[in-house]
């Protein structure tokens, strides 16, 4: 691990670029933008200025404070540093709740030291929530007032409250097919949460979040708030959730062995 004092910087950097990017993203939700069409021949992808802009400004931050870090985005090319730090970035993770005047969208930031993440910030501007993974630990801010975040107990698949933003659209017929099993066995399911979903995982109000097509920076932010907070994050064959793909979240890390064989059966069909 680094020293503490790097880490410290780092996270107080990232708070506050959190902040600056509430001031870009905020105005643009209450007031309304457009949405260009990313992905002009399949499923739509939406992308606003306030994306773009805001990546930029997060970028341009990063860059003057910490020159040697690497820089992951989700609207702009890579950048390649020069040490052991990378930045991992979605700035507004959720647009098409954004677009629709839903509140759940966020700002992702994840740092990582030797490409494992280690600092995450899942920021909801227009919830004035934000919730923070570090040095172990995971905590809610909300007016400057700091609440840790524990994941619940929940040892039995029946009795548990599922996630997943959007069934039909990210996951395949196979996949779909597995979620089913799960959800029809689960306690009850909410959707259309994005990021929302594994912050509320975090505070122990849901136990299971499970997803696919997801690109890191859908998900790197998370793993350290999960993780802090108790609970677990692997892809569907039981590995390191950073480069996403097929994701499953876990508040109660015990209830992943009951999902596993479910999501088996997709990874072998």
């Known amino acids: ?136 630990k995971a905590w809610r801010e909300n007016d400057r007032k700091r609440t840790p975040l524990k994941t619940q107990n929940c040892t039995r698949l029946n009795d548990a409250v599922l996630s997943c933003t959007e069934p039909m659209a990210m996951l395949s017929s196979g996949q779909l097919a597995a979620y089913e099993m799960i959800r029809r066995t689960a306690r009850f399911t909410r959707l259309g949460l994005d990021a929302y979903a594994y912050a509320l995982t975090a505070a122990g109000r849901i136990d299971l979040v499970i997803e696919a097509g997801l690109a890191p920076y859908d998900i790197q932010s998370h793993i350290p708030i999960i993780k802090g907070a108790g609970g677990a994050v ?21 209830l992943l062995e009951q999902v596993y064989p479910y999501l088996q059966r997709e990874l072998d069909s």
């Open 1 to 136: 691990m680094p020293n503490p004092s790097q880490i410290e910087n780092r996270l107080d950097a990232a708070c506050n670029m959190a902040a600056q990017a509430r001031t870009l993203t905020l105005p643009a939700f209450v007031s309304g933008l457009c949405a260009e069409n990313k992905n002009e021949t399949g499923v739509f992808d939406p992308v606003t200025k306030a994306d773009k802009d805001t990546e930029l400004l997060l970028r341009k931050l990063i860059e003057k404070n910490f020159p040697g870090d690497s820089i992951v985005g989700e609207e702009y090319p890579n950048k390649i540093g020069n040490n052991d730090w990378s930045w991992c970035l979605d700035p507004i993770d959720g647009t098409r709740a954004f677009v629709a005047g839903v509140p759940v969208w966020s700002t992702l930031i994840a740092i990582s030291y030797q490409t494992e993440p280690i600092i995450g910030i899942i920021d909801h501007p227009a919830l004035n929530e934000r919730y923070i993974g570090a040095l172990g």
């Open 234 to 254: 692997t892809t569907w064959s039981g590995g390191n959730a950073k480069n996403g793909g097929a994701i499953v979240c876990a508040g109660d890390p015990r």
